[in-house]
């Protein structure tokens, strides 16, 4: 059974540090690419970064650049969102996502991606 698996999320204080992990059971992650998206009621997810598993090449929305860092372990199937500095508009529910790709473009958009973990709170707050 194809499963993805977010680590608990939490509160931090404004310019505090969380790190998301990003678990794949019952698929190996050699050719997909894992993306990181995120959503707050009332508004569209949004993606936040994504990384090949195959290259490590990566990808960061603007509003996250210098901020936030993915990384990949492929031996344990996981991939890793640092974020620090958060501010209170990082506040939302963030969700890890898988997408088959063999290279090229990658895959930016949410209609790419059909494995998503359950998601996990992030709230930054003082």
């Known amino acids: 059974q194809v499963q993805l698996v977010e680590s608990e999320g939490g509160s931090v204080q404004p310019g505090g540090s969380l790190r998301l992990s990003c678990k794949a059971s019952?698929?190996?992650?050699?050719?997909?690419?894992i993306g990181w998206f995120r959503q707050t009621p009332g508004k569209e997810r949004e993606g936040v970064s994504l990384?090949?598993?195959?290259?490590?090449?990566?990808y960061y929305a603007d509003s996250v650049v210098g901020r936030f860092f993915i990384s990949r372990d492929n031996a344990k199937n996981t991939v890793y969102l640092q974020m620090n500095s958060l501010k209170p508009e990082d506040t939302s529910v963030y969700y890890c996502?898988?997408?088959?790709?063999?290279?090229?473009?990658?895959?930016?958009?949410?209609?790419?991606?059909?494995?998503w973990g359950r998601g996990t709170q992030v709230t930054v707050s003082s």
């Open positions: 996502a898988a997408a088959t790709y063999y290279g090229g473009s990658p895959p930016e958009r949410e209609y790419e991606y059909d494995n």
């Open positions: 019952g698929f190996t992650l050699d050719y997909y690419a």
């Open positions: 990384i090949s598993m195959k290259d490590g090449s990566t």
